[in-house]
């Protein structure tokens, strides 16, 4: 147990150099880390690591759907929502099934069935994928937008039909009819469960005396709860956790109503999902020389043609329907001046954004060991690699080739949107000014406390700051390299502010619970210039 441990730690260290290396050279750190499990599988001596499926089914999905649902726009999913079920239910389905009949035409010992599960497995990209190779790059908010909505919902799509793929596997039947129904109640209970569940750590975050560590907390447990409560009744927990997960992020500004306790709630939730991001491709890493070895006859060369012919095969696939289905939301757009067409830039980069990833690996190690009758799993080993393979092709190539496409087609915002640092500033103005005008007309009384005098006065000059900001926006012609400017002069105060926080450590008068608010100070003002805010 030890052993496992160290080794583990010292895996995830080599990961969190690769990370480093990859921010370094400017590449999305989903390359190295799937580069890094590769390598690691095959480095000598390094001990072969048992895992068990269900635990990692359990451990790495629920958290990793909580926080993509958690980071839904409500707004932006209900306008793209056509297109993203398009996507999310239509191209999962369409995916599954082709993949079931092509896997079973060319690889040998595959049956349908043993397909419709692959391709349930490999069928979702990757949100943290997709995100990290965006950032950074200009491409419109729509296509953003698509591609989260769709890897928050066909997670969830995809499970179900692995699920139920699974199930016809280990029973050997299988009814298109009843699985049909079973579906339907199925996911609709796991939705009902997770809305219940939600409602009580609601109440629980509103009405008693947390503080910002249990918020904390409980917001890591509770997508636990909900997945279990749902299993524990044969509901859908992917359903629980992602309805949920949705409930509570629409009901966040009524639980979470300190700064303290967001901004713990968010640091937390970062460091945890980048490091089960990293962890699972290191357990995929240590057991992928087991998965070789359980090849048996079926040589490496026979396991990679599969896997580059499945990779394929999903790529076109994700290409043609994206293409398809392109014009189908402006069909029953009701204001098609509202929605202008993508043309065929957008479809690109959205059918070349399809990346597998973390998920995919979760759900192809959570298959079981053996069947219903204590027969080994068929083909387990091989739908593992080949899923390692899928994930090796469109995380690296797609990841490598995605933002050279992205500067050749040259594509531009295709909705009007003010720029960010524009909203932010007039986001801004519209809070100072509701915070001025509260203060005359339900404050008045305390007009003469001095420290609300000083308050009023700051957001006044604030409310005319912001003022004037949005105003040189629309007459200046050179406000990007302006606006560079005010970033790069603002860090360099607020690097010499922290060098004299440091002097201030060894002074007598100022307390070190003092001089790190100020440095906490610091670091909000830090990342509100980074974003471009005032």
Not at 2 to 16: Q, R, S, T
Not at 17 to 34: D, E, G, N, R
Not at 379 to 397: A, G, M, S
Not at 501 to 525: G, S, W
């Amino acid at each position: 147990m030890h052993e496992e441990l160290l080794l583990i730690l010292g895996m995830l260290f080599v990961v969190m150099l690769l990370v480093m290396l990859a921010q370094k050279v400017k590449i999305a750190y989903p390359i190295f880390l799937v580069l890094a499990g590769l390598g690691i599988g095959f480095l000598p001596g390094i001990p072969a690591l048992k895992l068990d499926p269900e635990m990692i089914f359990l451990i790495f999905l629920p958290p990793l759907l909580y926080e993509a649902a958690w980071y839904t726009s409500w707004k932006d999913f209900k306008r793209w929502k056509n297109a993203i079920a398009l996507l999310a239910f239509g191209l999962v389905l369409i995916t599954s099934v082709a993949v079931a009949y092509a896997t079973s035409y060319f690889t040998p010992g595959f049956t349908p069935a043993t397909g419709f599960l692959l391709g349930g497995i490999v069928s979702p990209p990757d949100a943290v994928a997709a995100t990290t190779v965006l950032k950074g790059l200009k491409v419109p908010r729509r296509t953003n937008t698509i591609l989260e909505g769709e890897s928050l919902v066909n997670d969830a799509s995809s499970l179900i039909v692995f699920r139920f793929a699974l199930a016809a596997v280990l029973t050997g039947a299988f009814s298109l009819q009843q699985a049909t129904g079973q579906f339907f109640v199925v996911a609709g209970m796991g939705v009902v469960t997770g809305l219940i569940g939600a409602h009580i750590m609601y109440a629980v975050h509103r009405f008693l005396p947390t503080t910002a560590a249990i918020d904390a907390t409980l917001t890591v447990m509770t997508p636990y709860i909900l997945f279990l409560a749902a299993e524990h009744f044969h509901f859908s927990g992917v359903m629980a956790v992602v309805s949920g997960g949705l409930f509570m992020s629409f009901r966040a500004h009524e639980i979470f109503r300190t700064g303290a306790t967001r901004v713990n709630m968010v640091s937390v939730w970062h460091t945890l999902i980048f490091v089960m991001n990293a962890l699972v491709f290191i357990l995929i890493g240590l057991d992928l020389s087991e998965i070789v070895r359980g090849l048996g006859s079926l040589s490496m060369t026979e396991a990679l043609k599969y896997g580059v012919l499945t990779s394929v095969s999903v790529i076109l696939i994700r290409l043609v329907w994206v293409f398809l289905t392109a014009q189908v939301p402006l069909l029953f757009s009701k204001a098609k001046q509202q929605a202008p067409s993508p043309g065929w830039k957008n479809p690109l980069i959205i059918g070349w954004a399809g990346m597998r990833g973390v998920v995919s690996l979760a759900t192809a190690l959570s298959i079981p060991l053996y069947l219903n009758d204590g027969k080994a799993f068929p083909n387990r080993d091989l739908i593992i690699f080949i899923t390692f393979v899928v994930i090796f092709i469109t995380l690296v190539f797609q990841s490598l080739t995605l933002p050279g496409i992205i500067r050749l087609t040259a594509i531009a915002e295709i909705d009007p949107v003010l720029p960010e640092h524009e909203q932010h500033a007039g986001i801004r103005l519209r809070l100072d000014t509701v915070a001025l005008q509260h203060l005359n007309a339900r404050h008045a009384a305390a007009s003469s406390n001095s420290l609300l005098k000083a308050y009023a006065q700051k957001l006044q000059q604030a409310i005319a700051g912001h003022r004037q900001y949005l105003g040189s926006v629309e007459v200046c012609t050179s406000h990007d390299s302006e606006r560079e400017q005010f970033q790069d002069v603002m860090a360099d105060i607020y690097s010499r502010q922290r060098q004299e926080l440091f002097k201030m450590k060894n002074e007598k008068t100022y307390t070190d619970e003092a001089i790190r608010k100020a440095e906490h100070l610091l670091d909000i003002n830090d990342l509100r210039i980074a974003e471009n805010t005032l």
